[in-house]
């Protein structure tokens, strides 16, 4: 069987720094650090991360007075940033920088007078952190068919932003109706769906050419993950998601002969070897690397990490 590895795959900038303000808390600081979410949709990385000191809550009054606070990649609410100053938690935000550019590119076109529409998924935590940093309402659409019940003239002022691991081609579909149907639409087309979910869909759109199936890394909340696998099934071919090696069905793999594999920005590369070594469980595998784009992002720590502190002087990063 020959195994095909999409390029780029696996972590993008955003998760590898919000893993990496996570374990500099733990060794600045020391643990426990508190997490609030998920840092990044992965249970590996989750797990990884608790056995090395770090507590994961729901919402930050479980956080005990005074103790290290992290935002995770997806962002939070006002509220939050509110409710941690309150209380005077030091916080390390990891934010992902592309995630904040679009919060503040919607306050932009409130602040302009637009109605805002947000192209996302309800529920997933970076909407419901880009509804919350927006100050008045937001309408939230999912499909074409939601922009055909917005509740507004068809005169309003249009503005919309989008969650930043959709599928590209169906915000541009959204996007396409919105413009239809509106008479004054403006908004960043499909460049708020940041650089790291445009290359992997690219290079999976590229596989699905090569391949007999699809196997993508990644967890069932991930968002990014979830589109990888639908660019492999609406080009035809069957995709599936998987956490890891263990959860590879050889039924899926019966008469192939060409494996496409990939992974969600929050999947580490460890877990692809597991599939791979899964694959090879099965029958002997050849392993081939797909030309694809170069990732060279990197985004900075935030500021009280980056310098180095002596371990005599830990001290907690100052209150949000
Ligand atoms: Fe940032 Fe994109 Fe990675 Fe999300 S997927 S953390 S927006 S770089």
Redesign the pocket.
């Known amino acids: 069987m020959k195994v095909i590895l999409a390029q780029p795959r696996g972590f ?4 590898v720094r919000a893993i990496e303000i996570v374990e500099k808390a733990l060794e600045k600081y020391g643990a426990p650090v508190y997490v609030r979410h998920e840092i990044v949709h992965n249970k590996y990385v989750v797990e990884s991360l608790k056995a090395k000191g770090a507590v994961f809550v729901k919402e930050l009054h479980e956080v005990p007075a005074g103790a290290v606070t992290v935002f995770s ?1 997806h962002g939070v609410a006002r509220s939050v940033q509110d409710e941690a100053k309150a209380r005077e938690l030091p916080v390390l935000d990891a934010t ?1 920088p ?2 904040t550019k679009v919060h503040n590119q919607g306050r932009r076109y409130v602040g302009q007078g637009r109605t805002l529409v947000l192209v996302g998924h309800a529920g997933h935590p970076e909407v419901v952190g880009t509804l919350g940093q927006v100050n008045g309402p937001v309408h939230l659409v999912q499909t074409i068919e939601d922009v055909g019940t917005l509740p507004l003239p068809l005169d309003t002022p249009i503005a919309y932003i989008t969650q ?2 959709l599928s590209v081609d169906d915000t541009k579909h959204i996007i396409d109706e919105l413009r239809e149907r509106f008479d004054d639409v403006v908004g960043p087309d499909t460049r708020d769906i ?1 650089y ?2 445009q290359n992997r869909q690219a290079a999976v759109r590229t596989l699905t050419a090569m391949v007999d199936v699809l196997l993508v890394v990644g967890a069932r909340n991930s968002s ?1 993950s979830n589109r990888l696998r639908d660019v492999g099934e609406e080009a035809g071919v069957p995709s599936y998601l998987v956490d890891d090696g263990s959860e590879v069905d050889p039924a899926w793999l019966a008469g192939a002969r060409t494996v496409g594999l990939t992974a969600g ?1 929050s999947a580490p590369e460890v877990l692809v070897d597991s599939v791979i070594d899964a694959l090879r469980k099965i029958e002997p595998v050849e392993v081939a690397l797909l030309d694809g784009t170069e990732e060279n992002i990197t985004f900075n720590l935030p500021f009280q990490l980056r310098q180095q502190t002596p371990a005599h002087e830990k001290a907690a990063p100052s209150a949000a």
């Open positions: 993008c900038a955003g998760v990649a992902c592309l995630v930043t691991t940041c790291a979910t990014n920005a």
